[in-house]
Structures are given as C-alpha cells and as structure tokens.
C-alpha cells in the first residue's frame, strides 16, 4: 500500500471500507504532514484537534455505507462552517464564527467525512493567485515560489500537496478550473443551481458554484455526487434528478461530438498552450470522438462583461461587512465614521478595487451603459452555447492562457491577472458545468489543463470524456515535497 | 365633486390647489417575514424575532414567504388592480445600521400589482383616487438613538418584515380627503385581512407628496416628500404646514426645491431632510439571489374566489336589501367589525332600530371608552334581544336606554335586566286607566284649566301619568286613554 497522504479517494475509501486502513490512522497522517508543511500557508484554520476527536469516534462506530466513510477533508475558507472559524480571506471577518453550516459542506458530513481545517483562498474570493488573502500567499507544491491560482489557491495547494485526499473549492470565474490547472489536479465548476449556495460567503451570486477539486477525474464525480443536492434554501438551486456520477462513470466516449470553438486561440496564446490543445484533440479522437469546429462569437466580450457583472453583485453582497453586527469594526466617532474606517482598514485593496467598480457600474446614469449592457451580453455568450450545444456534446479548450506564474508576478497589474481568467469565464456567465483536467507540462516543467464544457446538468458527459482523456494523457505531476519540514 | 366642497387655500385675491399623493406602506398581515421564518409578532423583546438571514450573516439566502405574495395578490384584487404575472425582485442599496443587508430587498421596475383605484365617499359624493401601483418589500429594523448616550442601538425585530408599498397617483386635493382615503384603504385591506392597519403599531404608515398650484392650473407644481408620517392627523397637519410653506414660498417669488422632508409634530412644521443633489443613489439592480417572481393565472383566479364581499358591494347591498341611507350604509361598512356586528345583530332583529342603536347608543359609549367595536362591552347578541324587547312593546325607547346602561357593565342580558328591575313596560289598559284615574283625581284644577282650553297642559298630564306608572306606562296607551278620559 502506498504512503496513506498519496492516496486517492476512491483508494482511501476502498481501503477504509476494506478495514485495511481506519479513519484515525488516516487523520493522523493528514495532520501529521500538514505540521510539515506550514510553509505552504494552506491553512486558515485547523481543525485538527476536533478532526482526531471526530475519526475515533467514526472508527468506534463505524458505517461503511457512507459515501465518504471517515474521510478527513479540508475546505476553502469560503464555506461556513458552525462552531469553526470562517474569514473568506479576510481581516473583516478575521474574528467570525458561524453558528451554522453550509449546505454543500453539511452533505459531506453527512456522508462521513470529517473537518480537516479552512484552506487559504483570495479575499472574498477575489484574485487568481491566492495573493489577495489577509492570510498571505500560498505556495504551490509544484514550485517555490510560485502562485497556486486563485482564487482557491490553499485548496489546490493542499490536494496537489497531498494535505487534503479531496477538497471542494468555488468558482465564479474560473477560482476552481484555474488552480486545478495550475497545480496538475482536477476541478470541475457545476450547472449553475448543482450545489446549493446556502452558507457559501457570496462573491457574485448570480455566478458562484461550489465544486469538488480532486487528484482525478474519478474522485471528482464521487465527490460531485455527494455536494450536488436540491436546497429549498437556496432560491436559485435547482430542481433536477442527478446522476450516481461515480457508478455512471464510464471512458466510452465514442461518437461523441466535441466542439473546438476558433475564438479560444487568442492572441499571444503560447505555443506550448496551442499544442497542449492539439494533443487533447487528438487524445479524444483516439478515443473515437468526432472533432468539429466551432464558433463562440462573443467570446471576445466574456471578459470586460464577467468584470461589470460580478463587480456589481459583489459591491451590494460585500455592504453587509460593515461592523454593525458581527467580525471586524473600528470605531468611530459616528456612524459614518465607523463605517468608513472598519470596510477601509477590513478590505484588501483587490476587494476595494471591485467594490468600486460595482458601484460606479451600477450607478444612476452608469447603469444601462454597463450593467444592463453587460447583462444583453451575457445573454448573447449564453446563446452562443446553446447554439453550439446544437452541433456538439461537449467543448474542449484549453483551462488557462499560461502555466502558474510567480508569486508577485501580476500583483501589480490587475487586467493582466484578469486575463487568466478568459477561458474559464464565459462558462460562469452562462452558467454551465466546466472541468479542468491536467493535461501536460510546459518549458519549466509546470502543469497545464485543458478544459471540458458540458451542457447544463450534463455533469456525466463531461466526467465521462475527462475519464477518458485522463487515462490517455497519463499526466503525473512531479512534485518534490520540497517545502517539508521536520 | 361640487365646487362648493373644494379646498383652497387662499392669498389675497389668489387661490391655490394642493396635490397630494400618497405613498402608504402596509405591513402585511403574516405569521412570519417576507424571507425568512422569524415571526412577525409586535412588542416581542428586542433582537428575539430574528433569524440568520434577517441579520444578514453570511453565505444567508432569502427564500420567499409565498403567503406574503397571496396577500400582496389579494390586495390588488382589492383595489381592483391589474396583477402583473411576472415581477422581480430589486435590491435597493445604501448603508444604515438597520438595515443589515446593506440593501433593502424590494421591487423597483417590475411590480407585483399595476394600476387600480379605490372610492372615496365623500360628503358631496362619490370620487375615485388612482393607484399607480403596488409592490412587496422589506421592512428595515429600528434605530434607538435615546436609550444609551454614547451609542446607537439597534432592534432588528422588524428587519425583513413584508410590506407593501401602494402608490397612490396625485389624485388627492385636500386633508378630508387623504382622511377618507387613508381609512377606506385600511378598511379594504382589513375586509381581506392582509393588513391590519393598526397605524399605533407601525402596521401603517405612509410618505406624503405634497404640491401647490394655482387654482386653474393645468400642469403640476414642484413636490416635496414627507416621509414616514405614522398618523392620519399628522398627515393631515403636514399637509396643511407643507402647503402653505410651498404657497409662502410662491408668494415671494422663490422656487420649491424638489427635496425630501421630515414633519415636526411638536413644532407642526415640515423641515429639509435631504435635498435633491443628496438624494441616495440607491443602485436598484434585480437581486440575483431571487428569480423572478412568476404569478400563475390559476392562483389568481383561487385568490380571485377566496375574497370577501368588500366594502362597497357590501355598502350597495345594504341600501338595496335594507333600504338603508347611503350615509347609514357607508359608517356602517367602513369596517369588517362593524358590519359584521351589525349583520349579526339584524339576524334575529329589526334593521332599522339596529341601525340607529349601532351607530347611536353603541358608538357613543366606544367613542366615551375609546374602544373598537370588536371590544364592544355589549354583545350583538344581547343588542338584538334589546331591539327586540323594544319591537314588541315590552320596553319603551327609553327604558331600553336604562337598560342598555346597565349591560354596558359586564354584556348582561336586557331579559334579567328588565326582569329583575321590573322594568317591563305596562300595557294593561285597565291598569293605564286606574293610574290615570288617579293622576286626574290628583290634578282636579288642571283638568279644569285644560278643559277651560289649557291644551298645553296635555304633557303635564302625561308625564304624571308615566311617574305614576314609574316610568314603565306603555306612552302610545297612556296618551291615548287620557285623551279619551280628558276630552270625553
């Protein structure tokens, strides 16, 4: 048997339901090497304590039904979790406490699985490198210094460091998809309405899904399996019978119809990005796949339109941190006062920055020229998909423009951060499922993804054709463990 | 309306017209708020009637409460209104320590109700005010700002709670007027039972526009707003203040600033809030946590066939069916408690003597005690036995009056009242006739003086004849056996 920490879900399981491992031995070993790890920065907040606590008692009175049977899993900082520490990222929430538990994290419980701890992530989820936290940069395992992606750095950072078997992340615009490509782990952003946003620290609403990031593809559908549930609780959940993703999982894709939309090669793309592609392509129609072309029309104004609608949605769903009732405030001789110096001093300046442009987007004489604008836009992309979707089962492009940068390397040119996003960032507006699976390496030996777009709820569909790339792209990632400790 | 019923205010030898229009917000009647589960119960400690969303914790959704879009469904109906099938849900942003969101949840372009009407019955007749439109939102929570001298504290009980906001058009010309329609749109929603329009307890309240023109004019002056006037009689005093200072301003020939004020009740004067340049931008944008809201028409129609008989059919039936004056009809439909008491009353009794007791003796005494009529002290039951000793001559009129008094104290029943007493009235005729007997005996020198042409003296032997009887001498026989006995 392999070193336990290596292992993936559907081993640990297995192993665990096989009594050939317990759900202490497995915690222990997890907590064990994230104490080696700290330099990383994973790690918000740990739970290690309760976690122990938690798999002794799993073990005492075990219940291998379960679908994560003493499982032990960390979570971005993003989902409220009661009775443990819950920042987002940031000072303002620094002090905050839930008194209640997110949806999408409740279910894992529910399955079995067990709190690891709070992984690192972008204030508010605000960022592509994991540099906008109040907690600092992660480190991405698979170079020093070098950004992990964003905005669920710590979460890609601990799967692909192996400090997490699984963990789930949230993707607005790519926060999920990108680090996974980053760091040569796998992703998937759901339907918009899959996972219910109930007790999931709002970025921009009307865009943000919670989704499973995992070692491969097959953890992934047994993890989406377990997060995806209808929420009453959630007025825009949706409704829908979903799929045992793992028993349906399948590498028969033959006759499938997958779409290569010509807009995705932009300009300055690297060659490496370019063949990258190239060898998905010809990876899928090994698989007997049916290549066709198409056309995303609009794909050119996914970007500036993500930038007004998310900023928008955000400066309205941020004005409830403003000292008043709960996590940070500075006092003020009045309210105004009060107001201004808790959100200046409890904000980074990335959340500042899109505060701002909410605002201004969405004000009186501003507002049909951006925001109402960008919203027709975002019905144009949609159509766009639907269109395709028409022609083909599935859409294959590449996850990100580059491989991981260095940390720093961005922080002061925010449009050039924002272009990481431009592969992932149409798939929110139009709210359809999206996964990111390692598919090769670049010059300096950095992991690169290609993406899978699946129409809405066809979650199966592209889990089935990331399976069966996967198993032909045959990607390991060579990670070092350089950031060890004794 | 007839002219001479118009109200003017006038300066020298000019007269102006006042536009109001009135902007009421109803909390609606629900057990719990408009998004979330808290109750809605008045008076509650402070912060104990608040949920997670309420609050606006993080990661926390509004799912809304379908009652509350019933209620707001069945109000349009009331005003005769078009509901709209598709609406959406906007947030109106801006900060205050009330309002935990950061933005009130409300509907801005799309609303649940569009245009209607309601009647008014003025004294002079009939007139319909226009309603723009009517839409469902949050209520905020309340700022203490006199408890602690150093802070602010906030109550956040009412945070979430459903109103609704109904628009009037500016059809409005007078404090009469804002009176009658202020009380029939509360009389409307109480028939429904989707608002109580208990204005004590904040249930309504509303923001008054209020312009001035001269009389004659055609297009409108410039308005002010008057926000959050909790009272009839307050409305009807910034009225009044508001337009004479927008007339003052006139006569010196200065502009109105289009502004925002508040109303001073100490002072009964109206003062800036804000003017125009600071108004909030609210950057009212659909909230993105809420799909729209999508009204099937078999709802409407379920709705549709669940409401009452409201006031003004009701008020048509009883001049139909009871042959009541208009007048009558109106006081006594103007609210469910009281027709329905009234209709309870005439189920075992005579219409018209129920009318004149209800709206007579039982009014003044809630008046005297200040009570609603659901509190009445006398019960519909106990009234119509009343009415009916009185119908069948076992009291007079003013017995009953005696007796009414007593039952007053505790809802006793007129029968053991009048039984106890001995308060039944006399109408044996061989009784009559012995006490008459007796009063003529007593009173030989006024027979005489009556008979001599005296007839004024008729009265003096009447009422004799009643004290004799002690009040209880049936008056239709007395007079007519001393007549018989006198003139004879």
């Given at each position: ?10 081993e ?25 790890s ?9 739970n ?95 170079g ?46 759901p ?108 794909t ?11 900023p ?34 409890g ?13 201004y ?23 766009d ?13 590449p ?11 961005k ?19 139009a ?6 699976i ?8 950095y ?5 899978v777009i ?8 592209i ?24 | ?10 300066r ?6 006042v ?25 509650a ?29 069945k ?93 009037s ?23 429904l ?60 020939g ?6 925002t ?5 100490k ?71 009281t ?11 005579d ?11 039982l ?10 009529i ?9 009234l ?34 009048v ?6 009235q ?26 001599s ?11 004799q ?15 007519k056996i001393?007549?018989e006995?006198?003139?004879?």
């Open positions: 048997m392999s070193d336990i920490t290596s292992q993936s879900l559907f640990l399981t297995s192993n665990i339901k096989e009594k050939k491992l317990s759900s202490g031995e497995i915690t222990k070993a997890f907590i064990d090497r994230a104490e080696k700290k330099k990383l920065n994973v790690y918000v907040t740990d290690f304590e309760k976690a122990i606590d938690q798999s002794k008692k799993f073990d005492s009175n075990p219940n291998f039904d379960l679908k994560l049977p003493g499982i032990p899993i960390a979570v971005k900082d993003l989902f409220c979790t009661n009775g443990v520490r819950t920042t987002a990222g940031s000072k303002i929430l620094n002090n905050f406490v839930p008194t209640y538990e997110s949806t999408v994290t409740q279910n894992l419980w529910s399955q079995g699985a067990i709190l690891l701890g709070k992984l690192n992530c972008d204030e508010f989820a605000m960022g592509s490198s994991n540099e906008t936290s109040f907690f600092g940069n992660v480190q991405n395992p698979v020093e210094n070098l950004v992990p992606g964003g905005s669920s750095g710590g979460s890609s950072a601990a799967v692909a460091a192996n400090l997490t078997p699984v963990t789930i992340g949230t993707d607005t615009g790519g926060s999920i998809r990108q680090p996974a490509s980053f760091t040569g782990t796998v992703g998937l952003k339907t918009y309405g899959s996972c219910s946003r109930y007790g999931i620290v709002a970025f921009a609403s009307s865009l943000d899904q919670a989704g499973p990031m995992t070692k491969n593809v097959r953890d992934c559908s047994m993890l989406l399996e377990v997060i995806s549930s209808f929420d009453q609780k959630d007025s825009t959940s949706i409704d829908y019978k979903r799929n045992n993703y793992s028993k349906e999982l399948s590498k028969d894709i033959k006759g499938k119809k997958i779409g290569i939309p010509k807009e995705y090669r932009v300009d300055n793309m690297p060659d490496e990005i370019e063949q990258l592609w190239k060898n998905g392509i010809s990876y899928a129609k090994d698989c007997g796949a049916e290549i066709i072309d198409i056309s995303l029309p609009h050119n104004y996914a970007l500036p339109t993500y930038y007004i609608v998310a928008a949605e955000a400066s309205s769903n941020l004005a409830r941190y403003d000292g008043v009732k709960y996590g940070f405030r500075s006092p003020g001789q009045n309210l105004i006062e009060m107001y201004e110096k808790t959100r200046s001093e904000f980074g300046d990335e959340v500042k920055r899109r505060i701002m442009i909410g605002t987007v969405l004000s009186s004489g501003y507002y049909d020229a951006y925001y109402l604008k960008a919203q027709k836009v975002r019905q144009l992309i949609k159509k998909f639907d269109d395709a979707f028409s022609k083909v089962d599935a859409i294959l492009t996850s990100t423009p580059s491989s991981a940068f260095k940390i720093g390397e922080t002061n040119n925010p449009v050039s951060m924002y272009l990481n996003d431009i592969f992932t960032v149409p798939i929110n507006l709210g359809l499922p999206g996964i990111s390692p598919a090769g390496k670049d010059k300096n030996n992991p690169l993804g290609l993406q699946g129409k809405p709820f066809d979650e199966q569909n889990l089935n054709i990331s399976y069966a790339l996967e198993d032909k792209i045959n990607f390991k990632n060579d990670i070092s463990d350089w950031w060890l400790s004794e | 309306m007839s002219k001479n019923s118009e109200y003017l205010i006038e020298e030898n000019k007269q102006y017209e536009i109001i229009g009135l902007e009421v917000h109803a909390q609606v009647t629900s057990e719990s708020k408009l998004f979330s589960q808290s109750s809605t119960k008045f008076g400690e402070p912060n104990t009637q608040v949920s997670l969303v309420d609050a606006a914790f993080p990661g926390m959704l509004p799912v809304i409460n379908e009652f509350c879009i019933e209620q707001a469904i109000t349009g109906i009331g005003l005769k209104a078009k509901i709209n099938k598709k609406s959406v849900f906007d947030r109106k942003n801006y900060f205050y320590a009330d309002l935990p969101q950061g933005y009130q949840i409300s509907q801005y372009k799309y609303p649940i109700v569009g245009e209607g009407k309601v009647i008014l019955d003025m004294p002079n007749g009939q007139k319909e005010i226009g309603i723009e439109r009517l839409h469902l939102e949050q209520d905020a929570g309340k700022s203490i700002h006199d408890i602690d001298p150093n802070n602010t504290l906030v109550d956040l009980n009412r945070s979430g709670v459903a109103l609704m906001e109904i628009v058009k500016p059809d409005l010309r007078s404090p009469d007027e804002v009176n009658v329609y202020i009380k029939k749109l509360r009389s409307i929603m109480r028939y039972g989707t608002c109580d329009g208990n204005m004590q307890e904040g249930s309504l309240r509303a923001d008054v526009n209020v312009s001035v023109r001269l009389k004659g004019q055609t297009e409108f002056g410039t308005r002010c707003e008057i926000k959050n006037v909790n009272s009839i009689k307050f409305m009807q005093m910034a009225i009044i203040s508001e337009a004479n200072r927008q007339i003052d301003l006139l006569e010196e200065k502009d109105i600033d289009q502004e004020r508040l109303f001073d009740t002072r009964n004067e109206t003062r800036s809030m804000r003017s125009k340049e600071d108004a909030h931008d609210y950057r009212y944008f659909p909230d993105p946590d809420l799909l729209p809201l999508e009204i099937s028409q078999e709802l409407i129609e379920k709705i549709k066939s669940d409401i009452p008989e409201l006031p003004d059919e009701k008020k048509k039936r009883f001049i139909d069916k009871f042959n009541l004056s208009p007048y009558e009809a109106t006081i006594l439909v103007s609210d469910i408690e027709s329905n008491f009234f209709e309870e009353v005439i189920k075992n009794s219409v018209k003597l129920a009318t004149n007791w209800i709206t007579g003796e009014f003044a005494v809630l008046n005297e005690k200040n009570l609603e659901s509190q009445s002290p006398v019960s519909a039951k106990n119509s036995k009343l009415i009916n000793l009185i119908k069948d001559g076992t009291i007079s009129g003013k017995i009953a009056k005696t007796v009414f008094e007593q039952m007053i104290d505790g809802d006793q029943d007129p029968l053991i009242i039984k106890e007493k001995g308060l039944k006399e109408s044996d005729p061989k009784a009559i006739e012995e006490l008459i007997n007796k009063v003529i005996e007593n009173n030989s020198d006024k027979v005489a003086e009556y008979k042409g005296k007839d004024k003296l008729f009265g003096f032997f009447v009422g004849a009643m004290k004799e009887s002690k009040g209880k001498g049936n008056p239709q026989l007395i007079n001393l007549k006995k006198l003139n004879g």
